[in-house]
Structure formats: structure tokens, C-alpha cells
């Protein structure tokens, strides 16, 4: 009975091995999901449809999902909310919208370049798919799945699973450093793989959400909070899809402030490609990776620049937590 109870509880920790607590919460964040999924299936959206049924489930499937990671979080893995990087407070709030203004400059200056090298065409003028719910109704509508999906992503990705195998790795085998980049690095490349059942993925678009991962997830490494990461990816999404109106890794917006269309490429101009990510998105082609990069620029500086106490501080600070834990 020993052996067996050592094989999936940990006296030092005085909780389940890190596998078992692994399967524990996606177990509990698979069932809320499929449930809520399942339940809202059941209404009829009429008109709406599609337009309506997305926004709702993203929202849906994110309260529950975070439900499911503070509840298990709090009974078997033993951990409060702030240690998933959820502590909200009033620099909480500032860093969240801080991080949206950053995505949203950096989807700026990306969009300006490909309107100056004529790679896409504007139309100043408003769209949506369905206008039930007005133009302004249309645009809140398509924030708040964003919204819903950013803290979604972010929390799983980053939030747990990025510290849990963190610390998994840092108790065991590796320096706490070297863990946390392994962790980090391998977190962004299954986020940047998750995307390649997209419609119309490509491996440059693989490639550049895997760069994107660690632009959501250093600014947690560096503050321990989720604040910047959701931030961030909330402000890339919205601005790309539902300001400028292009696809966001492979999906169409269904309502966009200003409408942004390709250039139809010839023989001759068909290098543009690899720089607009065609029907995938900025983030199939190399703008993709400039904005990512000029994102974390603009990150890191003002986190330096808030925080005071330089980055090598603030990795160390988390790292003397981790361990101390």
C-alpha cells in the first residue's frame, strides 16, 4: 500500500504526483467544456446562427474553463489564484489594457507596411456578417470572444501548465531557470502546433505562433502575472481581425471596423505572399514575425521601465518562489 500511495502522492508536496494532477485538471476542464458545448448546441441562434453561437461558446466554454482550473487548482494542486496569475487588482487591470494598446501598436505598424508596399487594399467603411445587433453591437460582440478566448488560452498554456511542468522540472532534474525555459519554449511550440488545424495553416504560420507563445509567455516568466499575456493576446487578435478586418490564423472576421483585402499576386508579385501570409493571416507570412517581435520589444521595455528592478530580478524573484513552494 506504501508503494502505491508513494506512485501518486507526494509526502514533501503533500499532493498528487505531477502527472495525476496534469490529468485531474484537463479531466475536469474536458467535461466542463464538452458539457457547456453540448448545452449550448441546443439553442437556436436563428438569424444570428454562426455569428452569435461562436462569441457565446468562446464565452461560455471560458467561464467554465475557469472554473475548473481555480477549483482544481485550489483542492488538488493546492495553488490560489494569483499563483496561476490571476490576482486582479488595479495594476492587474493596467497591465492587461497596457498589453492590449501594444499588441494593437505593433497590428498598426504591421498593417501600415503591407498598405505602403501595396500588398493589400482599404476600404475605410465598417462590415459585419450579421447586423442584428447594429455595427457597434457586431464589433462588442466579436471583443468579447476574444476576450473569452485570450483568457482561455492563456490560462491553460500559460498560467497552469507552463508553471506546473516548470516546477516539475525544476524540482527534479534541471536548474530552476533552465526549467523554466524549457517549459516556456515547449508550452509556445504546442500553442504554435494547435494552430495547424486551422484552415489554410502553414508551417511559417506554425512557426510564427510558436513565437507568439513566447511573447505571451515571457512577461509571465518575467512577473509572475497573466495580466501582460492576456492582454497582449487579446490586443493582436482584436486589432487584426476586428479593427483591420483581416484573417486571424486562418479565420475570416465576421465584423471589422475598416476592410482589408489582398492584392491579387501575379507571377512576378507573388513573393508578397510570404509576407502577408495570404488567406491565413499576418501571422502566416513574415509581417507576422516583425509585429510578434516588435510586441515583445515594446513589452519588455515598459516592463522594465514599470517594474524597476530589471528583468534578470524578476526571473530570479519567480524562481526563488517556485522553489520555495
Known sequence: MDFVRQLFWSTDQSRLRTPFRLA????AVGVMVISMAMGIERFDFGAAGTFVEGPLSNSVVAVALVIAVLTVGRFIDRRTPADWGIALSRRWIIELFLGLALAGVAMALVWGWMVSQ?????????????????????????????????????????????RTLAELLGSRWLHPRTAILISLIGTSALFGVAHLGNPNATLIGAANL?????????PFVLTGRLSWSIGLHMGWNIAQNTVFGMANSGQATDASLIITDLVPTSPESAG?????GGAFGVEGGLTGTVGALLAL?????LIRRIDRSGLDLKVRA????????
Request: with cysteine.
Open 118 to 162: 501595396g500588398w493589400v487594399s482599404v476600404r475605410f467603411e465598417p462590415q459585419a456578417s450579421y447586423l442584428g445587433f447594429g455595427i457597434a453591437g457586431a464589433i462588442a460582440v466579436q471583443c468579447g470572444r476574444y476576450l473569452a478566448g485570450s483568457v482561455m488560452e492563456e490560462l491553460l498554456m500559460r498560467g497552469y501548465l507552463l
Open 272 to 276: 508578397s505572399l510570404l509576407w502577408t
Open 24 to 27: 485531474a485538471m484537463y479531466g
Open 210 to 218: 510558436t513565437l507568439l507563445g513566447l511573447v505571451f509567455g515571457i
Open 297 to 301: 520589444a515594446f513589452t519588455l521595455v
Open 318 to 325: 519567480w524562481e526563488t518562489r517556485s522553489a520555495a513552494e
